[in-house]
């Protein structure tokens, strides 16, 4: 089971690379970037710090609220959820530099670079659910709202991305009195990328028995 365990959080570790690089094409298209990155990459575009860290800062601010919101009910392995997150960050910022060849010309090619973008971050939102060992701090904020208040985690989480998009919106229009970061790749990363995880989850249904032998004694 020790094994087991290590190999969940070498998969984790995986697909939140994959995450990562899937934030950094979708990014690098300019035509917007994902819902919960929006924030992050608004302010990105306006004050002198990274992508990656603001993404950090943006999400211990996300795991205070968790703490707020649950009170004596966050436990200490939600506390992973720090480590998770600074790791993240730097993986957003290399993979922004080795994305930097991404300077699309056309909108064809930015939009073709925002649909590859968004199937590799499904795939790493697969991935991570695959290893089902930490959530991200997004989803996990979602399933601290939805045990407090006992709403649905898939409308609660339509409404998180939602209320994202328009605090980054309203930023921009602060910032720079227009649009900036916040386009119609967002919408469409926010309709898309879940699907594509979905997607993957059924294509590759057979992989968890293979892979965690937890999962085959479950099963019988």
Known sequence: MQTDKLKRYIIFLIGLFINSLGVSFITKASLGTSPISSIPYVLSLNLPLTLGQFTIIFNLLIIAMQIMILGKNFKPEHLLQIPVTVLFGYFIDLTMVLLTFINPDTYIQAFLYLL????????GVYIEVLANVVMLPGES?????????????????VVFDTSMTVIA???SLWFVHRLDGVREGTII???????????FGK?????PPILFKST???AE
Not at 145 to 152: A, G, S
Not at 189 to 197: D, E, F, Q, Y
Not at 203 to 207: D, N, S, V
């Open 203 to 207: 294509l590759l249904i057979f992989l």
């Open 189 to 199: 990363a926010a309709l898309l990328v879940g699907l594509i995880a979905r997607f």
């Open 141 to 157: 904020f979602v399933r601290a709202v939805t045990f407090r208040w006992h709403t649905e985690f898939g409308t609660t989480k």
């Open 216 to 218: 085959l004694a479950e």
């Open 169 to 171: 919106a309203l930023m």
């Open 116 to 123: 590859i973008g968004c199937l590799i971050l499904g795939f």
